[in-house]
């Protein structure tokens, strides 16, 4: 297949790019390394299955030849990022899906988009089915992404049942691995990052809040498995086993060997109280379940960090 891969310079994109040409892919990635970076990828070059388009993808697209599939991955993904790019974040969410959309109609190509666990909001269910509507505040300052991916849903949708474009929907719940920015601004990096330095471990309300953590292999492969599926419905793909964002913390001081103190700091607002995938969708029909564990997945995490930070 030859793939297109919007935000394909960043970190799930660059993951992506690797799967498929390991795979035997070739694929085409776009990226206007807003929050990318081409060091994510730097090592794809040399495999002559690998192609780079500096681009924004909120305006029209072109790209030559054929494609057979188009992954809308591009936009900033962490609370900090996109509260300091509220308006790219509306844009490439809202603009950016409809020109995505209208490039894998051209090109007769399946196309997928990187839907969020946010579009459940601080959700009231835990966890969350895929018919759970949410409970999002539009005009948050998490709204500019929650609302910005809702409205790329509804778009993919209408692409579906108007012009029957093939379309795949992931609900995407939160993922941590090598290739995050150090100061990316969520969780993983902030704790990882603190704790390598020896410096406090800030935690933010009182660290009761849960997530549920997914290694980004396992990701990759449940999108490979979704994108070969006829589900054209949101899939939730995400890692179930829920913990405290306090538990959280204290695992990466143990896994870092920190002497790190854990501090508090003021909750964001509109932060949500609880998180964790329903995955029986998943499970049934892509046959897909996570295997890393948290412990194993944030030892990994931790050598890709050392790395970056230059420390041995
Ligand atoms: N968080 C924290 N300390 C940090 C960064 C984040 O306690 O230094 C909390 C944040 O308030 C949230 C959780 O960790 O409750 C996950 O935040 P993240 O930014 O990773 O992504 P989110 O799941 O909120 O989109």
Known sequence: MRIVITGGCGFLGSHLSRYFIEKGHYVVAIDNLLTGRIENVSDLFKTSKFEFVKYDVTNYIHIPGKVDAVLHFASPASPADYMRYPIPTLKVGALGTHKVLGFAKEKKAVFMLASTSEVYGDPEVNPQPESYWG????????????????????????????????????????????????????????????????????????????????????????????????????????????????????????????????????????????????ITMAQKHLKWKPKIALEDGLGKTVEYFKKELGIK
């Not at 086993?241 to 959280?248: D, F, Q, R």
Request: proline letters at 8%; a positive charge.
């Open 135 to 278: 409970n999002v505040n539009p005009i948050g300052p998490r709204g500019v992404y929650d609302e910005a991916k809702r409205f790329a849903e509804a778009m993919s949708m209408a692409y579906h049942r108007y012009h029957k474009l093939q379309i795949r929907i992931a609900r995407i719940f939160n993922t941590y691995g090598p290739n995050m920015r150090i100061s990316d601004g969520r969780a993983i990096p902030n704790f990882m990052t603190q704790a390598l330095k020896n410096k406090p471990i800030t935690v933010y309300g009182d660290g009761k809040q849960t997530r549920s953590l997914c290694y980004v292999s396992d990701l990759v492969e449940g999108i490979y498995k979704l994108l070969l599926s006829d589900i054209n419905t949101p899939v939730n793909i995400g890692n179930p086993e829920e913990i405290t964002l306090l538990e959280l913390a204290e695992k990466v001081k143990k896994v870092t060997k920190s002497r790190s103190k854990i501090i508090f700091k003021p909750l964001p607002v509109d932060d949500p109280k609880v998180r964790r995938p329903d």
